[in-house]
């Protein structure tokens, strides 16, 4: 069983930098690929990036560039800095497990409880 809790998210004025925290259980976190998903109001889930043992970190189009994800396995947390925020960057952000290496949601077995992420222009 993997619980993970997310911190950091808050309001911020577009441009600003924000830097997004999950804390996991478990003594198995470097096993699993960790991934940072966001929903906006009334939009779909959509994937924001992801690190793994096999592919390293990835980005989605929308945040490469702004964004870093890293892990530190001491501490069993893995963050998500944005910069350059922008207004449509506005949504809630989830923190997700997955056995497997992927961008998509529903291979992630474990998700946290979300971080609200609210950029104002």
């Known amino acids: 069983q993997v619980q993970l809790v997310e911190s950091g998210g808050g309001p911020v004025q577009a441009g600003g930098s924000l830097r997004l925290s999950c804390a996991s259980s478990?003594?198995?976190?470097?096993?699993?690929?960790m991934g940072w998903f966001r929903q906006a109001p009334g939009k779909e889930r959509e994937f924001v990036a992801s690190e793994s043992w096999i592919g390293g970190p990835r980005y989605a189009d929308s945040v490469k560039g702004r964004c870093t994800i890293s892990r530190a396995k001491a501490k069993n947390t893995v963050y998500l800095q944005i910069n350059s925020l922008k207004p449509e960057d506005t949504a809630v952000y989830y923190c997700a497990a997955s056995r497997s290496d992927t961008r998509e949601g529903p291979t992630y077995g474990y998700w946290g409880q979300g971080t609200q992420v609210t950029v104002s222009s």
């Open positions: 478990g003594r198995t976190f470097s096993s699993y690929a």
